[in-house]
């Protein structure tokens, strides 16, 4: 089977590591295009005008500009179609490469939980998550400075309050959002928590547990494909 979809990724990016997650859990034949959100540099080593030349990365310009005038990643572009928003991408892919249907559930009444999840997590997972990570670790290093830590515990305030209600209300007595079958919903989440784990945000018990029970569900990828980012932040923390 002729491969026609596409990801343009960087797995430092949290929702670009799920993307590429799913399709190899799935099987999905693709390609992966690496647009480097760091320009090729050396985060931890950047310094002055070199820093903002590395947060400057290829996602800025052409060509990739030409698929996505927002210039964001990931972007998914399965012949003629171009979805430029990641929660959009993870739901075509599944929908259309999945013959499981397992993980975006036919059923309405379960695919709605996966949903619920997809729209609650911009504004409280993945913005805290990346808050954190972005202010604690990617720009202290890019720009040799000390983190504003007020910003820091803000977000941290924030995390825990997230943690809570995710395992909560998402999870409550099951394994995974649905119940006993992971989604792309799980598969979003655990990449969004990896983010602030990496940055020596510690974790509660019950997100660790989730993470494993993720990962046990997606195989040896799943390390592999963290590994980039969880080198970069050491490296920054340094």
């Not at 647009?35 to 310009?61: C, F, M, P, T, Y």
């Not at 993945?126 to 290093?141: D, E, I, Q």
């Given at each position: 089977m002729t491969a026609t979809l596409k990801i343009f990724v960087d797995h430092l990016s949290q929702p670009a590591r799920a993307l590429s997650l799913l399709c190899r859990a799935i099987n999905a034949?693709?390609?992966?295009?690496?647009?480097?959100?760091?320009?090729?540099?050396?985060?931890?080593?950047?310094?002055?005008?070199?820093?903002?030349?590395?947060?400057?990365?290829?996602?800025?310009?052409?060509p990739f500009t030409d698929i996505n005038p927002f210039k964001k990643i990931p972007v998914v572009q399965d012949g003629d179609i171009v979805l430029l928003e990641s929660c959009a991408g993870l739901r075509f892919i599944a929908s259309k490469y999945d013959a499981s249907g397992v993980w975006y559930p036919g059923k309405v009444e379960v695919r709605s939980k996966v949903d619920?999840?997809?729209?609650?997590?911009?504004?409280?997972?993945?913005?805290?998550?990346?808050?954190?990570?972005?202010?604690?670790?990617?720009?202290?290093?890019?720009?040799k400075c000390e983190p504003d830590m007020a910003v820091v515990r803000e977000h941290e305030k924030e995390l825990q309050r997230v943690e809570r209600q995710f395992a909560r209300y998402f999870l409550g007595p099951t394994p995974f959002i649905t119940g006993d079958q992971v989604t792309i919903g799980d598969l979003l989440a655990a990449c969004e928590f990896e983010q602030p784990l990496a940055g020596g945000y510690n974790l509660s018990?019950?997100?660790?547990?989730?993470?494993?029970?993720?990962?046990?569900?997606?195989?040896?990828?799943?390390?592999?494909?963290?590994?980039?980012?969880r080198q970069l932040a050491k490296k920054c923390l340094a």
């Open positions: 034949p693709h390609h992966e295009k690496h647009i480097q959100l760091l320009k090729g540099k050396d985060a931890s080593n950047a310094r002055g005008k070199e820093a903002e030349v590395a947060v400057g990365g290829e996602h800025l310009r052409k619920e999840y997809l729209d609650w997590q911009h504004l409280n997972t993945r913005a805290h998550g990346m808050g954190y990570f972005r202010n604690k670790v990617l720009m202290p290093s890019l720009k018990p019950p997100i660790r547990e989730f993470i494993t029970r993720v990962k046990e569900k997606v195989g040896p990828d799943y390390d592999e494909v963290h590994t980039y980012m």
